[in-house]
């Protein structure tokens, strides 16, 4: 279908009167910039309708009503005075309506009208059109909790212009879904779909820059509308969204967050519990959860949030727990949504150059001194026994150990100092170190029960590895043979 106009700026005219004598109002800096950069994004100049004569109590022209049939997309520019407008008001609905009938709302899962939110309103005062739209937030929270508007008069120019770009971008997309090139065509499909939770307010910036690449790079992302504040109804869409995706991501910093109405929970808290709760139910979901490298909290309840997090063997089970930089985040994120090609492991011998077998010698940091007994008797067996890496990079400490998972051919965990969660997070690993890109089967793993004695150790059993008990006398070479000789069967039916 052909339109005479790609968008319409629909806004309350008292936004656009500028703070500043001689400068352009808001709006019109927001139609400038929107020309120019969804024009360089498409490589055409789009057509805009603002009619900046109408005033807000004029009478609902009938050249509007005609106008509307032909303008593909509504760009609506929240704040205080447009809920209260009734000529914003039946712009919006008169919109919404035509749209219905003219091929719907929505093309594909882009809806035609976007919200734009200047100055925050309360949802309850939304039109309904709008209410269950995510929408653009073109403002921030300060400290105090005081919204702040982007732009360049607040000094907030850069977040005004990144904003700006989403906005810019998604109005393209749009556009490009209804041209007439494209009316014939199957949308393409996600690369794949995840949720990407909602966070608490000081953390927005970088969920919305990992949204944003996410996007551009053809993945969908949920939620599509804005969560619902009622507790039964959050759990109900977070619990339908979760069911289309294959990853979460929750981002989790230093405030609690929002508390919808009928929990104890936050809302942060709530969409990472009911991702656990998914996986735990066999659905094949598995989450990420990031803090903020050297995080520092205040609030008691957070405090609690994020111990549990660490410790819960519930979340660690499905979920992995990230304190690295939000570019190794991002990285992260896309190995997990496109891992490395299935490698079949083949039951191959070492190359012919490699004399020494690599051992990986995993421990806990705090087993670096205990561990020398053993890491001394493997180099003298004549395996070329490697420890993890410590380091405060931790982005470095990660890759080198999963350099280790992928390249060793014995691995023996050593289960001093650290707890039973840490084994079992590293056992988790070592599963998935096929995913890695692993091209040989390990030839042994052991588990190497150290100094000291608790009763989760004296209790621990597991199929999963080979299990050597140290003595209360302490280290024992003999106590290696059988891991020594199930290396060398193992090595043998392989050559």
């Known amino acids: 279908m052909a339109f005479e106009h790609d968008f319409l700026i629909s806004y309350a005219h008292i936004d656009n009167e500028a703070l500043i004598a001689g400068d352009q109002g808001w709006i019109s800096e927001l139609h400038r910039l929107l020309e120019i950069r969804v024009g360089q994004v498409r490589g055409e100049k789009p057509k805009i309708w603002r009619d900046p004569k109408l005033q807000g109590n004029d009478i609902f022209a009938d050249t509007i009503l005609d106008r509307l049939p032909r303008i593909a997309a509504l760009v609506s520019v929240v704040s205080p005075r447009y809920v209260q407008s009734e000529w914003c008001n039946r712009e919006l609905k008169e919109f919404y309506r035509i749209a219905e009938q003219s091929g719907g709302a929505r093309i594909g899962d882009k809806a035609r009208i976007f919200k734009v939110v200047k100055t925050p309103v309360s949802r309850e005062r939304l039109p309904e059109e709008v209410q269950p739209m995510i929408g653009y937030d073109f403002f921030v929270y300060d400290e105090a909790g005081r919204p702040r508007e982007l732009s360049r008069d607040y000094g907030t120019e850069r977040a005004f212009l990144t904003k700006l770009d989403d906005l810019a971008f998604d109005i393209a997309q749009l556009l490009d879904l209804m041209s ?42 949920l939620p599509d509308r804005a969560l619902p504040l009622v507790a039964p109804d959050l759990d109900a869409m ?67 949030f994020v111990h549990s997090l660490q410790t819960n063997p519930q979340v660690h ?41 690599r051992l990986y010698l995993l421990c806990d940091q705090q087993d670096v001194t205990a561990v020398q007994p053993l890491e001394d008797h493997l180099f003298s067996e004549g395996f070329e026994v490697v420890l993890p890496f410590f380091d405060d990079d931790e982005t470095q400490a990660r890759l080198e150990h999963e350099e280790n998972l992928r390249s060793a051919d014995v691995i023996v965990l050593y289960y001093g100092a650290g707890d039973e969660l840490w084994l079992r997070r590293k056992l988790r690993e070592l599963q998935k170190s096929a995913a890695l890109g692993r091209e040989r089967p390990l030839l042994a793993r052991a588990i190497y029960v150290g100094a000291p004695v608790t009763p989760q150790k004296e209790r621990f059993r597991t199929h999963e590895a080979m299990l050597i008990l140290e003595p209360a006398g302490g280290f024992d070479p003999s106590l290696l043979a059988p891991l020594l000789g199930a290396v060398l069967i193992a090595r043998e039916s392989s050559s």
């Open 180 to 221: 007439d090139d494209a009316v014939s065509a199957a949308p393409a499909a996600p690369k794949g779909t995840l949720f990407l939770a909602e966070t608490s307010f000081e953390l927005r910036e970088e969920r919305e820059a990992i949204k944003r690449d996410l996007v551009r790079n053809g993945y969908e992302v």
């Open 238 to 304: 977070v619990r339908e969204q979760l069911a289309r995706c294959q990853v979460s991501i929750h981002l989790v910093g230093r405030n609690y967050g929002l508390v919808p109405d009928g929990s104890i929970d936050s809302m942060v808290a709530r969409q990472q519990q009911l991702a656990s709760e998914a996986a735990a139910r066999g659905t094949g979901l598995s989450s990420i959860i990031w803090l903020p490298p050297g995080l520092e909290i205040e609030d008691e309840r957070q405090k609690t």
């Open 317 to 357: 089970a499905t979920a992995e727990l990230l304190a690295v930089p939000i570019e190794e985040l991002k990285a992260f994120i896309y190995r997990k949504l496109n891992p490395p090609a299935a490698v079949i492991v083949k039951a191959a011998a070492a190359p012919a150059d490699q004399e020494h077998l």
